[in-house]
T-cell receptor
Framework: AQSVTQPDIHITVSEGASLELRCNYS??????LFWYVQSPGQGLQLLLK??????LVQGIKGFEAEFKRSQSSFNLRKPSVHWSDAAEYFC????????FGAGTRLTVKP | EPEVTQTPSHQVTQMGQEVILRCVPI?????FYWYRQILGQKVEFLVS????????KSEIFDDQFSVERPDGSNFTLKIRSTKLEDSAMYFC???????????FGQGTRLTVV
């Protein structure tokens, strides 16, 4: 069965520092992979997605993610975090249905 | 920019009552979904809907849940007899193709008292 693991429940970074949020998936074929962001009290906004092709995908707000089949990973990165990036981040894998990871809460220190 | 809209934003209901959560998906989308997020927990898939029938459903989507597309624009989730544990944020989503880029609504917070 497909599943998504986000090993880090909570990450704190300083503003301007780089960020990497981890995501590992379990799936039998090449999955559709997504990263969503959720600000407090808000809905889910798609940051980026991977279906096929180039394994490094660019998203909105300066985020990127790299699909690594050998590691079953789809980690989200940003070179320089802004205070407005503080939010909950969800990795998801989709095929017959979309399964979300438990989420990683990002806190940004001034 | 087209968006998925959900009403109401917050619904309070008594245990045992029926509730209907409403969603207007993006107009040219063909696939519709409901997800649930219990406070502090992850987003959970409930059901997907295409061509006026359920495509997939999770183990959460039991007989007390039903979905309907009553007209050309609305997509509803009905909970027949609410329980306390149904309290959650319910998200509607839609996509052009099956489980490709899904656009989410802002959610309806359901509180069962």
């Amino acid at each position: 069965a497909q599943s998504v693991t986000q090993p880090d429940i909570h990450i704190t970074v300083s503003e301007g520092a780089s960020l990497e949020l981890r995501c590992n998936y379990s799936y039998g074929a090449t999955p559709y992979l997504f990263w969503y962001v959720q600000s407090p009290g808000q809905g889910l906004q798609l940051l980026l997605k991977y279906f096929s092709g180039d394994t490094l995908v660019q998203g909105i707000k300066g985020f990127e993610a790299e699909f690594k089949r050998s590691q079953s990973s789809f980690n989200l990165r940003k070179p320089s975090v802004h205070w407005s990036d503080a939010a909950e981040y969800f990795c998801a894998v989709g095929e017959n249905d979309m399964r979300f990871g438990a989420g990683t809460r990002l806190t940004v220190k001034p | 920019e087209p968006e998925v809209t959900q009403t109401p934003s917050h619904q309070v209901t008594q245990m045992g009552q029926e509730v209907i959560l409403r969603c207007v998906p993006i107009s040219n989308h063909l696939y519709f979904y409901w997800y649930r997020q219990i406070l502090g927990q992850k987003v959970e898939f409930l059901v997907s809907f295409y061509n006026n029938e359920i495509s997939e459903k999770s183990e959460i989507f039991d007989d007390q849940f039903s979905v309907e597309r009553p007209d050309g624009s609305n997509f509803t989730l009905k909970i027949r007899s609410t329980k306390l544990e149904d309290s959650a944020m319910y998200f509607c989503a839609s996509s052009v193709l099956y489980n490709t880029e899904a656009f989410f609504g802002q959610g309806t917070r359901l509180t069962v008292v």
